[in-house]
């Protein structure tokens, strides 16, 4: 395994650990405002201390807190959809490649129509409509995973359907079919092991991808809603000048993250490739 790899993989698991289990040892949570001792002035924009070790921001609230739920968010939001675009990709693609005919083209021109659309752009006007319709909370947060799975299943589709189309007149499906197993079971049992090492490959991309297109919808205003912590809405902070000028300890950290985490993720997925290949 190339260093670089390896380098990615324990920045991800120490991230994992500190974004799903360090909150249970703080006594505060992401929403909490603080205010001074005589609890008459809220603690907005104050600079890194040992009881803020970033700061807190306009709001008062702790950054280094909205960090690590906003990692737990994006996280959560990106595993879940990478899943359901998984399932749905390995379901398209296996019965494309396995049928052929009609079904392959039918399914395939279904696929080229989804990947042809700008999924940002409609994402963009989907998001702004649940704001319009004043959908916020765990509905929106529910309605950008869908989103998202909807318009990234289709090269999962792609990678299984080529796979498909060369397993499937490998000697042990033709012994498989022979012996009178029947299609489920050949698809679920014979064919899919062997297509997961590829799906497996490309996870790590999705991932990131996720999370960079939650990001960037949340720093728009349209992505994951205030006060829900995530990498993105914080950066909005960044579109107020003073803040942008003067106070880098709140919108320096969530880019940090987003780039050092999106970047693990596709050196993770390349050399997941790489293995695959043998190279």
């Known amino acids: 395994m190339d260093k670089e790899v390896k380098i990615s993989f324990i920045f991800l698991l120490i991230l994992l650990i500190a ?3 360090l909150p249970s ?20 924009m104050e600079n890194r201390s040992l009881a803020h070790l970033l ?3 306009k709001k008062g609230q702790d950054v280094f807190i909205r960090l690590l739920y906003g990692g737990r968010l994006s996280l959560l939001l990106a595993f879940a959809a990478v899943i359901l675009q998984s399932v749905i990709g390995i379901g398209v693609g296996l019965l494309a490649g396995y049928k052929g005919k009609r079904t392959d083209m039918i399914l395939m021109r279904i696929t080229d129509v989804f990947n042809a659309l700008p999924d940002l752009v409609i994402i963009l006007i ?28 289709t090269f999962v589709a792609k990678i ?13 499906m033709m012994a498989a079919e022979l012996c009178g197993i029947s299609t489920l079971r050949r698809l679920t049992l014979h064919l899919l092991p062997n297509v997961m090492g590829q799906v497996l490959a490309v996870i790590p991309v999705s991932i990131g991808n996720i999370i960079l297109t ?20 914080m950066l909005t902070a960044a579109m107020d000048t003073n803040i942008l000028a003067n106070h ?13 985490t999106v970047a693990a993720f596709h050196i993770l997925g390349k050399g997941l490739k790489n293995r695959r290949w043998g190279e």
């Open 160 to 172: 299984v359907r080529s796979q498909t189309l060369y397993i499937r007149e490998s000697a042990f």
């Open 25 to 44: 040892f703080i006594d505060y949570g992401e929403y909490e405002i603080f205010y001074d001792e005589s609890g008459t002035r809220v603690l907005s």
């Open 19 to 21: 974004c799903f289990l």
């Open 248 to 260: 880098p300890h709140i919108w320096v950290p969530p880019g940090l993250l987003i780039f050092s």
């Open 55 to 57: 700061g807190t921001d």
């Open 126 to 153: 989907l998001s702004s409509v649940m704001v319009a319709y004043g959908i916020g909370g765990k509905d929106r947060i529910l309605m950008l995973m869908l989103f998202l799975a909807g318009f990234g299943w």
């Open 214 to 233: 939650e990001a960037t919808l949340s720093f728009l205003g349209f992505g994951l809603p205030y006060p829900y912590a995530s990498w993105g809405n």
